[in-house]
């Protein structure tokens, strides 16, 4: 199984809307909607933001969504915050009990 | 709140066996429809799923990894565990244990551990 493709950078200004990709197949994001997002700050382990494409677990800002079409997953923050500034993860099951996350995205607020 | 804790050596060698402990506290590992899983981070890179548990027992491994990975539990401890034998220094990585509810995404982490390999 191979990664999920991510943008390596993504940025924007406070206020703004930013969007992260993530390309996987048919495989894997195109065939089920268990793609989740995880936010990473830097020393810090891994928070989950995004679960089943679109759902939000509590506490997490609405906003942050999730979204797909095809084999492409997508991450918007909008309203971006300075500690929206982090890296992020996307992850799809692959079936056959397979689970593979992105490269990751390092996101910057400008 | 569910908190998880990994621990274990810091430092292995080149072709021993990397071995990491996860303590749960605040639910217990072998309720049902419950996941436990590895996940690790090599230095500056993403992240890797190693492997998965299940409350009953049934593990589940990244093809990757092939054979190299064992992943067991001990529910009187409130603990799984990982193996990783025959490492080497691509191994060397912070690696995390986490809860999977649904199998499908992870929304408890612990801290991280950091695993180097290095004679």
């Known amino acids: 199984q191979s990664a999920l493709t991510q943008p390596p950078s993504a940025s924007g200004s406070p206020g703004q809307s930013v969007t992260i990709s993530c390309t996987g197949t048919?495989?894997?994001?195109?065939?089920?909607?268990?793609v989740s997002w995880y936010q990473q700050h830097p020393g810090e382990a891994p928070k989950l933001m995004i679960y089943e494409v679109t759902k939000r677990p509590s506490g997490v800002p609405d906003r942050f969504s999730g979204s797909k079409s095809g084999n492409t997953a997508s991450l918007t923050v909008s309203g971006l915050q300075a500690e929206d500034e982090a890296d992020y993860y996307c992850?799809?099951?692959?079936?056959?009990?397979?689970?593979?996350f992105g490269g990751g995205t390092k996101l910057t607020v400008l | 709140q569910l908190q998880l804790q990994e621990s274990g050596p810091g430092l292995v060698k080149p072709s021993e066996t990397l071995s990491l402990t996860c303590t749960v506290s605040g639910g217990s590992i072998s309720s049902s429809s419950s996941y436990w899983g590895w996940i690790r981070q090599p230095p500056g890179k993403g992240l890797e799923w190693i492997g998965t548990i299940s409350h009953s027992g049934t593990t589940y491994n990244n093809p990757s990894l092939k054979s190299r990975v064992t992943i067991s539990s001990d529910t009187s401890k409130s603990q799984f565990s990982l193996k990783l034998n025959s490492v080497t220094a691509a191994d060397t990585a912070v690696y995390y244990c986490a809860t999977q509810p649904q199998y499908y995404h992870f929304p408890y982490w612990g801290q991280g551990s950091l695993v180097t390999v290095s004679s």
């Open positions: 992850n799809s099951y692959a079936g056959n009990n397979n689970l593979v």
């Open positions: 048919s495989s894997d994001v195109g065939s089920y909607n268990y």
